[in-house]
């Protein structure tokens, strides 16, 4: 069952837009923004690996809160069942991140819910596995990132959980070695960035600090990019504007 104060406290902190005025993060690219990550010590840069945007086919880009949607499996009778649909639910302005058990290969999101969701000012939809009816989120211009796409739906192989809940999203393929990519959590209200090169997670105590690094790795970055195309060699505008 949904607390009503958190999701009071998470539709304030949420931008209506996909494109968030309200959040430094706004004017970084995600990639920029896992950069800044990875020097503040995150192990994965926040990056949720094999999740790709599948709508609209024109470039976006989003940032705004996430408001979190777990998946289980049909068949799991402990599991808590949800009272009403998820989708009812989204606060305006939020990111739905929806975490699927890996081994299913049906849909978890379809047609009918990105309709929902734009009704209720959702900016778009982060799926931890797979969507359906590709063609009716770019008619309808809707931001989809998931892992994959499939012709069957929700029943009878998933059902909703739990919302607003944190969740640990593991690599597609996920070992036990001591180098596999490191799992992303997602805590309701953490900002997530999504544009063409992927999907990142920024923590909320974290927004400020990822924005200050950011900004500096893009101005050297500038710099870098005008020394190159001026004729300079990679390795020596990394060696003055990065020094290394």
Known sequence: MIARTRLLAISRAMSTSTRSSTCPLSQFSACEISD?????????GGHIPDIHMLS?????KICAPAYTVQMVLASDNLAPKLSSHFVDTAPPGSVIV?????QTKNAVWGGLMTAGAQARGAVGVIISGRCRDLAEHRAADFPVFAR??????????VRPSGVNVTLTIHPKDAGDSSDAFASVTVTPGDWIIADEDGVICVPVNMVDKVAELAKKGQEIDAKCMADIKAGKGIQASFKEHRGK
């Open 56 to 60: 609209p086919t024109s470039q976006v």
């Open 98 to 102: 929806v975490d699927a058990p890996p």
């Open 36 to 44: 800044a990550l990875i020097k503040l010590g995150s192990p994965n």
């Open 148 to 157: 994959g796409h499939s012709t069957v739906g929700q029943s009878p192989f």
